[in-house]
């Protein structure tokens, strides 16, 4: 599925790639299983954002504090888009 790649760093200095595939301004669902405790998220070169996992989902990743103030809480679910779907650069 796609997604965004991104980078947690653990608490101990680990790096681990991770794909984001749905971010809103409190929290993140990854493709896989995030790691346990605090870190800090690299979405690309953007970052860090402090995350914590979420107790309730495996794969999601609360923000400390919102990452944007604007009210939308659902920026962007990754789909498979075509090549003509895509803005051009």
Do not use: K
Not at 50 to 59: E, F, K, P, T
Not at 61 to 88: E, K, Y
């Amino acid at each position: 599925a796609p997604g965004i790649p991104g980078e947690i760093r653990t608490h101990n200095g680990a790096a681990v790639q991770v794909r984001i595939v749905a971010l809103s301004t409190d929290y993140c669902l990854l493709g896989d299983y995030a790691p346990e405790g605090a870190a800090e998220l690299w979405l690309g070169a953007i970052g860090p954002f402090r995350v914590r996992r979420d107790g309730s989902r495996a794969d999601r990743l609360v923000f400390d504090g919102s990452i944007h103030p604007a009210n939308a809480t659902h920026l962007f679910a990754a789909t498979a888009t075509s090549a003509s779907q895509r803005p051009a650069a």
